[in-house]
């Protein structure tokens, strides 16, 4: 695609539920990073994926949280047992290499109700 | 890891002004300084960015300067206009963390 796409662009859940959601980054994109964004707030570092290596976990807020990019693409956050304090936008971001420009999706808006 | 700080974290200037953001981070590997400018709804996306062989870039009425020994670059934007209003996030890469932003600053050209 021209862009990263993440899916679903909204999403509504019950409080207690699992929610996936979808990062699409750009081909040939070897570095991937999510974001947690609250209103009017700054972008709060998740996870960190680049190429084979480890990825750097050190953001995820709960074991609630978890991550994984299938084959150095596409990314899946999974959110278990969601609380109403994960309502926000999840905003991914995909770059060539870690020196690079990221580019990032239009983001998921997730409301736990 | 990497730590970038930001300020101001609002800043309201009026149309026609100067407006500068001033970022400090901690990782002298650090070697890639990008700036985003989120406008409201939709992602970041660049709007300028710098690597630490350079010491300033322009961009029309952008412009960003590095000072490498003491750890800080900065945003400036010339006769800003209502479009400018946004908020921008400044970033650094290159250590072994990825891109770390920014808190991010909130611009509000006033008329």
């Known amino acids: 695609g021209a862009g990263v796409s993440q899916s679903p662009s909204n999403k509504v859940t019950e409080k207690g539920k699992d929610v996936e959601l979808r990062c699409d980054p750009i081909?040939?994109?070897?570095?991937l990073y999510w974001y947690r964004q609250s209103l009017g707030q700054g972008l709060e570092f998740l996870i960190y994926f680049q190429g084979n290596s480890a990825p750097d976990k050190s953001g995820l807020p709960s074991d609630r949280f978890s991550a994984e990019r299938t084959g150095g693409s596409v990314s899946t956050l999974t959110i278990q047992r969601t609380q109403q304090e994960d309502s926000a936008v999840y905003l991914c971001?995909?770059?060539?290499?870690?020196?690079?420009?990221?580019?990032f999706g239009q983001g998921t808006r997730l409301t736990v109700v | 890891g990497e730590n970038v700080e930001q300020h101001p974290s609002t800043l309201s200037v009026q149309e026609g002004d100067s407006a500068v953001i001033k970022c400090t981070y901690s990782d002298s590997a650090s070697n890639y300084f990008p700036w985003y400018k989120q406008e409201l709804g939709k992602g970041p996306q660049l709007i300028i960015d710098i690597r630490s062989n350079v010491g300033e870039k322009k961009d029309q009425r952008i412009a960003v300067t590095l000072n490498k020994t003491a750890k800080h670059f900065s945003l400036h934007i010339t006769e800003t206009q209502p479009e400018d209003s946004a908020v921008y996030f400044c970033a650094a890469s290159g250590g072994a963390d990825g891109l770390t932003f920014g808190k991010g600053t909130h611009l509000i050209i006033q008329p």
């Open positions: 081909s040939g994109h070897t570095a």
């Open positions: 971001a995909s770059s060539f290499s870690e020196n690079t420009e990221a580019f």
